[in-house]
């Protein structure tokens, strides 16, 4: 018979469990509406909203179906919105011109949403794979190798002022170009936007788990891949890192990691470096698998989607960027 006072017996770590009150009071860890952070795919057209097949409940929508559809989001108590830009293919080129028109899509909405008075933080996606007839992230080097760093980074600048002038609160490039955060805040400066925020991409990995989106924004590479410039997974920490350490000192106002469920050791070092706003970005992949595994009965559908939200924040993200936004609605509170 074990001794009544036997350490093993005295330490009980399930008497906090026993109750769903005490369960929920002692939570350390919170995930609300308001750190979320919502991504839209909006293309031109009227009346459009197009499933992507690859990401079952999310859609390409024109600007008159994807304002009523963010205006209830933000009456859910979402406070900010990502969106990113779909073209028809006979529109792109080798450069992304169409990113860099002053009245593409992405600053249609940028102004529709500032006219409607719509209470969400416009973020734009900063890049140019949506625009390029090639699917790379600017305009490639004459071997058709790499991108082009530079004059892709001249060309982010002139993209990011015609965002602000439309309305963007903050920037997010996403390119993982060398010197960015440094130049695009020379220029969003002297063109007067200083209050712009800078949100930067400032670790994104060449990962597998980007297939679907590349989907919804149409912006599959059509040869070779983005390991030239996006980081390498089996780098590790370090080279994280750096980029990070980077980005903080050319001004970046946030920083993010991407994705983020096969990256939370990333997270947590990042966040244990660096004191800005850290965003983590649940990414189209990780996305599917969740559908896919739901759809065929292999696990809890809502539980899911909350279990690896909370590994994220858990990891140290103050922010993230998910498609679930529409489903956390019913699943999290304000």
Not at 104 to 119: D, F, G, T
Not at 211 to 235: L, V
Not at 318 to 330: G, M, N, S
């Amino acid at each position: 018979m074990t001794e009544p006072n036997d350490l093993n017996l005295r330490i009980r770590p399930r008497r906090l469990r026993l109750q769903p009150q005490l369960r929920k009071m002692l939570r350390r860890v919170s995930l609300r509406r308001s750190d979320i952070i919502v991504p839209i795919f909006v293309r031109e057209g009227k009346g459009v909203k197009q499933e992507v097949a690859s990401m079952p409940g999310v859609y390409q929508m024109s600007i008159d179906v994807v304002m009523p559809w963010l205006t209830q989001r933000a009456e859910e108590g979402f406070g900010a919105y990502l969106v990113f830009g779909v073209i028809d293919r006979n529109k792109k080129d080798d450069i992304g011109s169409n990113a860099m028109d002053e009245n593409n899509i992405v600053c249609q909405l940028l102004r529709e949403a500032k006219r409607q008075q719509l209470p969400m933080a416009g973020i734009t996606d900063l890049c140019f794979c949506e625009y390029t007839s090639h699917g790379h992230c600017g305009p490639l080097s004459a071997d058709r190798s790499t991108v082009k760093n530079d004059e892709t980074v001249a060309n982010l600048v002139k993209q990011a002022v015609n965002h602000a002038k439309a309305g963007a609160s903050v920037i997010a490039p996403s390119g993982m170009m060398d010197g960015m955060i440094g130049a695009l805040r020379a220029g969003l400066d002297g063109a007067g936007f200083n209050d712009v925020a800078l949100l930067s991409y400032a670790v994104k990995y060449a990962s597998a788990f980007y297939g679907p989106f590349r989907d919804a924004a149409d912006s599959a590479p059509a040869f070779g891949d983005r390991r030239t410039y996006q980081m390498d997974p089996a780098r590790g920490i370090e080279e994280a890192l750096l980029e990070a350490k980077l980005d903080v000192e050319q001004g970046a106002d946030m920083l993010m990691v991407k994705p983020a469920g096969a990256y939370l050791d990333v997270i947590r070092a990042v966040r244990e470096k660096f004191d800005l706003p850290l965003v983590a970005y649940q990414v189209s992949g990780e996305y599917a698998m969740i559908e896919a595994a739901a759809r065929n009965g292999w696990l809890d559908h809502d539980r899911a989607i909350v279990e690896s939200l909370l590994s994220i924040k858990r990891a140290g993200a103050d922010l993230i960027i998910t498609y679930y936004a529409e489903k956390l609605a019913k699943l999290i509170e304000p």
